[in-house]
């Protein structure tokens, strides 16, 4: 059973980074597309940022596109989300999630992975 647990989240002020980890155990992780979503008080969950199996395509929403990066390393069994310039509306719980993918495919909405973990707050301060 593949197992996915995020790291990194925090408090932090606005302007600051952050980096994020989704560290995954059980099925082989490189054959695996990646994503991070995030999901705000009150909000349906919407897309951060996807990765795919290889590293060499991706893709993010437009709110975070010039400030967030995606990257992975395939033997470590983790994917990484840097976060920086972080503005309040930032702050949200963010999930990372998994599929079985062919190589450079990525994946952006959430009824398309199979497996999430259990998110890691991120909070930021005006």
């Known amino acids: 059973q593949v197992q996915l647990v995020e790291s990194g989240g925090g408090l932090v002020q606005a302007g600051g980074s952050l980096r994020l980890s989704c560290a995954a155990s059980?099925?082989?992780?490189?054959?695996?597309?990646v994503g991070w979503f995030r999901q705000a008080p009150g909000k349906e969950r919407e897309f951060v940022a996807a990765?795919?199996?290889?590293?060499?395509?991706?893709g993010y929403a437009d709110s975070v596109k010039g400030r967030f990066t995606i990257s992975r390393d395939n033997a470590k069994n983790t994917v990484f989300l840097q976060m920086t310039s972080l503005k309040p509306e930032d702050t949200a719980v963010y999930y990372c999630?998994?599929?079985?993918?062919?190589?450079?495919?990525?994946?952006?909405?959430?009824?398309?992975?199979?497996?999430w973990g259990q998110g890691t707050q991120v909070t930021v301060s005006s």
């Open positions: 999630a998994q599929r079985a993918a062919l190589y450079s495919v990525y994946y952006t909405r959430p009824n398309q992975y199979d497996v």
């Open positions: 059980g099925r082989t992780f490189s054959n695996s597309a």
């Open positions: 990765i795919s199996r290889s590293g060499k395509s991706t």
